[in-house]
């Protein structure tokens, strides 16, 4: 069983950064793809970012410029780190893991950003 833990939520004003960390137990972390969802309340949870296990990346087009996924194998950690934030990137966000069939998620982290 991989456990999956983010961190780093909060509260933040409007323009703001925050960098959101999630660590995933297991030896085989380096080969997993690594997503961020969120949900805003009354929505539904949303693709935010992903990286491969190559490294590659992709981004809702709500985020692309804003926002950076990236990975650190050595501590089984992907970070996302969230620059010039809105109000309306106020959200619970989850870190997903997933590898072959088997997929992981966390438990989220909240994100509030104050106009």
């Known amino acids: 069983q991989v456990r999956v833990v983010e961190s780093g939520g909060g509260l933040v004003q409007a323009g703001g950064s925050l960098r959101l960390s999630c660590a995933a137990s297991?030896?085989?972390?380096?080969?997993?793809?690594m997503d961020w969802y969120r949900q805003a309340p009354g929505k539904q949870r949303e693709l935010v970012a992903t990286?491969?296990?190559?490294?590659?990346?992709n981004y809702a087009d709500s985020v692309k410029g804003r926002f950076t996924i990236s990975r650190d194998n050595a501590k089984n950690t992907v970070y996302l780190q969230m620059n010039s934030l809105k109000p309306e990137d106020t959200a619970v966000y989850y870190c997903?893991?997933?590898?072959?069939?088997?997929?992981?998620w966390g438990q989220g982290t909240q994100v509030t950003v104050s106009s």
């Open positions: 997903h893991a997933r590898v072959v069939s088997y997929d992981y």
């Open positions: 297991g030896s085989i972390f380096r080969f997993f793809a």
């Open positions: 990286i491969t296990s190559g490294g590659s990346t």
